[in-house]
């Protein structure tokens, strides 16, 4: 039981800081799954992300799958409510009043404050990512057929992921 | 997100075009995954309490179920050598793909202030030094909402 309290409450605290959205908070993420609670390795952890790319939804389904991997369903369970609630609790009420404050100087301050910083985070999380899950020249070909994929042909990130994880198999080692 | 609008503003008319970015505005602002939050603000302003929750649900179950399936499986092939090939590939195409996101959002900054030096400081904090995020945050946005206060808008 305490473990999956424990799991609530990192993914809760991990949700309540990501700023500009799911991928800035992937180093925060890795150094608690990864390096602090040891739950999974470095090369689970990049997996984790790229099968939560297979699911419909938001990038931060990964912490269903990361969850179920630590404590199975309960874990699961844990990890995403403690992701996607407290942040969904803050906008909930937030949402019955912004009507009267989205429009002030203040609150598009803070807007053109946070893009810049968002930037940067998704920045920080795709270098994260890379470090380490680039090892060697076959998966630099990966990566950059798959970002030419979607910037050029707008391909849909599921099917790039698994088309890519088809290939894979293919492929001789 | 695209998608997301044209769903909520063409096909099914729930808001207009101007409501809907004022809540992509607001989940932006606040912390969480943005689909979640705009799940739970759509659903907020179409129902109250019972659509920010079926708002959030249906956006989260689905996958979620998913991925708990996937997890069962993951943990019964990973050992596969034909698993393992497919996972080697899976990991650097994710990573194409949210290079090629960030690339996409990045002229975003342009209407900030100040917004490369932020956004470089931020990457280097977090990516590089591997400051915490908590900190990273502490350091660099009072100097960017402060950078970018009322009446500085360019």
Do not use: K
């Not at chain 1, 990361?66 to 942040?87: C, D, I, K, N, Q």
């Amino acid at each position: 039981m305490t473990e999956i309290l424990t799991i609530f409450l990192v993914f809760s605290r991990l949700g309540l800081m990501a700023f500009g959205g799911a991928v800035g908070v992937l180093p925060e993420l890795q150094r608690e799954v990864v390096l602090n609670h040891g739950w999974l390795s470095e090369a689970e952890f990049v997996q984790a992300y790229a099968l939560g790319q297979l699911a419909p939804g938001p990038n931060m389904l990964m912490t269903f799958f990361v969850g179920y991997r630590v404590a199975g369903v309960p874990g699961s369970l844990a990890a995403g409510l403690g992701m996607f609630l407290p942040p969904g609790i803050l906008v909930y009420f937030a949402a019955r009043s912004w009507q009267r404050f989205s429009q002030t100087p203040w609150a598009l301050a803070c807007q053109r404050g946070l893009t810049p910083i968002a930037v940067g985070l998704m920045a920080a999380g795709v270098f994260t990512l890379a470090l380490s899950g680039i090892n060697d020249i076959r998966g630099v070909v990966f990566a950059l057929v798959a970002a030419v994929l979607l910037l050029a042909r707008r391909m849909n990130p599921a099917q790039i992921v698994l088309v890519a994880g088809v290939i894979g198999l293919l492929l001789p080692t | 997100m695209a998608h997301y609008l044209h769903l909520v503003v063409e096909r099914r008319r729930w808001l207009d075009e101007a409501q809907f970015l004022e809540g992509v505005a607001l989940c932006q602002l606040l912390p969480g995954p943005n689909m979640g939050n705009l799940a739970v603000y759509l659903g907020q302003r179409l129902a109250g309490l019972a659509g920010s929750i079926l708002g959030l649900l249906a956006i989260i179950g689905p996958g979620a179920l998913f991925l708990i399936l996937l997890g069962s499986v993951y943990s019964t092939a990973s050992e596969n050598p034909f698993f393992q090939r497919a996972l080697l590939a899976v990991g650097p195409a994710a990573i194409g793909v949210i290079t090629a996101s960030t690339i996409r959002v990045a002229p975003g900054i342009r209407s900030s202030r100040a917004a490369i030096p932020i956004a470089v400081v931020t990457f280097m904090l977090l990516g590089v030094a591997r400051v915490p995020l908590h900190w990273t945050l502490l350091i660099v946005a009072p100097f960017a909402i402060w950078t970018n206060r009322p009446g500085t808008a360019q």
